[in-house]
């Protein structure tokens, strides 16, 4: 699908179809020209709710108001519509409100987000029907809008969608094709593609980097570990970020085995390292003044004869010993050594981490809600206001010293699980902030992306399966953090 931005009016375009929206079941707006037609058809404008007049060739969707969340959704809805049809030429205009950037943003994300199927393993694959859609560059006031600002925001649109489609591709895939070197291969190519520099840790090189507790969680696998190290170095850096990311292609839970029903979507345990890998590509592709680390640790958690056992003791990168009492806790013992990599390598001004790590962060939050946790509150302040912005769910799930008792362990250094079934999340991230040094407390943030990375229903403009989750608030937290540096280095 190609989306234009055209400086002609609406009515001047050609299309086979004109996307048109009712905003707050206001029918009363002048561009909407059909409206005893619409009542007939029972259209009432409720939020995505779409209908088609093929004779005066409209397509009507609803939103509830010129809020950027609902234009997306709207948009989604509308290109699902025509996914059945043979419309092939779309045209429609743009819907502005408070603020224009972030609406223009939003309806090109709503479409490309919005037309994405996984079909990889279907033998009839999905028809897109829909290859061209024109951007009228007028609001449906008629107002003129700036046709060069559009195309920017559009381009900018376009590449981190197409990124989080990349995730979305990446996760869906079936977990004994996606095992940790065909993942580690995905990331080659992006690098090579990207130009990004490119480390590649097998398990040797993850025994001479001490990494204990990463390769006690790989050892029943048949397929070898992986830890990928991407660099991206533009030459106006303002910062240096590194993005560490949970990579299990798959978490059968280990020796503390799951239950069948929780087994299955355990492929979806790779959603954090891939998630880093969508970022890399949006940051590179859009040329970002900041230096980005990905550092993604990838690996099975599987059973067999030589399986890392509850009561082992392992030790970590940084030389603190672990005691197991759960196998099925790995993301945070393969987390632990790359967070320890990520300090010592790249020695980064912020460090964020994105795991699928705990089933409680989806009884807290949800399965919309990305959980935020760290020790900075301007940092996880202004993650969540971006991810706001950009159209993702964020919930902040506070610390406190009384949970941190509950990861002691009598016989090593810390504990992998909590000694109470209760706040599960919270104690998870205190067992990660063991391995961030005193320096990094308040640079780093944790994501735990558990609900929202892979969702069996769909929700909203995402499909059942991966939605790409933390793509879009990333690069739009780095976008602003960015711009924070530039405009208080001009003030200075
Ligand atoms: N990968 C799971 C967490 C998870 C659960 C992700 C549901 C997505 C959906 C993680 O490795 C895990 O199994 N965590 C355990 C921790 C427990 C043993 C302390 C959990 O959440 O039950
Ligand atoms: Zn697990
Ligand atoms: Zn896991």
Redesign the pocket.
Known sequence: MRIEISPKPRSEISADMEIICVVGKNFDHPWIEEKETLKLMGFEGEQDQTCMLPGSAQLYVGVDSLHHDNIRSGYAAAIKALSNTKISHVKTGLYLGKCPAQNVKAMAEGLILGDYVFDHYKSEKAKHPVKEVTIGCEDFNGKQYECEKAKKHLENATTIALATNYTRNLVNMAPDDMIPEMLALKAVSLAEENGLECIVLDEKGLEEENMGAFLAVSRASSHPPRLVHLTYKPENAKFKVALVGKG?TY?S?GLSLKPAEYMVT?K??KSGACAVLGIMKAVSELGLDVEVHGIIGITENMIGGNAYKPDDILTAKNGTTIEVR?T????RLVLADSLCYAQEKVQPDYLLDYA?????C?VALGEYTTGLMGHDRGLKHSFSKAASNAGELTGTLPFNRYLEKLIKSDIADVCN?SSSRYG?AITAAMFLDRFIEKEYKHKWLHLDI?GPAYVEKAWGYNPAGASGAGVRMSVKWLERTIKLANEERSAH
């Not at 099925?328 to 993301?331: I, L």
């Not at 699928?356 to 409680?360: I, K, P, R, S, Y």
């Open positions: 299990l978490d839970g355990m979806s345990d759960n099925d806790a790995e993301g699928t790590l705990t089933g409680a989806v699980i599960g558990a």
